[in-house]
Nanobody, 115 residues
Framework: QVQLVESGGGLVQPGGSLRLSCATS????????MGWYRQAPGKQRDWVAI???????NYVDSVKGRFTVSRDDAKNTMYLQMNSLKPEDTAVYYC?????????WGQGTQVTVSS
């Protein structure tokens, strides 16, 4: 079992920045990859960024150059640094871990970009 807890969401003005954290616990040694997803009201949950155990990262086109995903294995935590935020980035952000057999999800953290 893997437990995930997101934090760091909030209200920010357009052009601002936030850093989300995803703290992991449990059988984390089995984790192959971790990622960030987001779900806006009335829309499906979409992939945002991914980081593998080897450190490889990938991003959806709409956040490239603005968001950075990283992992601190010493702290068992994944981060999403979000810069130049836009109103269309408003959503609940979820972290996900994949251990080769199944996905584990956190409870989500709300990010609202508004003036």
């Amino acid at each position: 079992q893997v437990q995930l807890v997101e934090s760091g969401g909030g209200l920010v003005q357009p052009g601002g920045s936030l850093r989300l954290s995803c703290a992991t616990s449990g059988s984390i040694f089995r984790i192959i990859s971790m990622g960030w997803y987001r779900q806006a009201p009335g829309k499906q949950r979409d992939w945002v960024a991914i980081v593998t155990s080897a450190g490889t990262t990938n991003y959806v086109d709409s956040v490239k150059g603005r968001f950075t995903v990283s992992r601190d294995d010493a702290k068992n935590t994944m981060y999403l640094q979000m810069n130049s935020l836009k109103p269309e980035d408003t959503a609940v952000y979820y972290c996900k871990a994949f251990n080769g057999f199944r996905d584990y999800w956190g409870q989500g953290t709300q990010v609202t970009v508004s003036s």
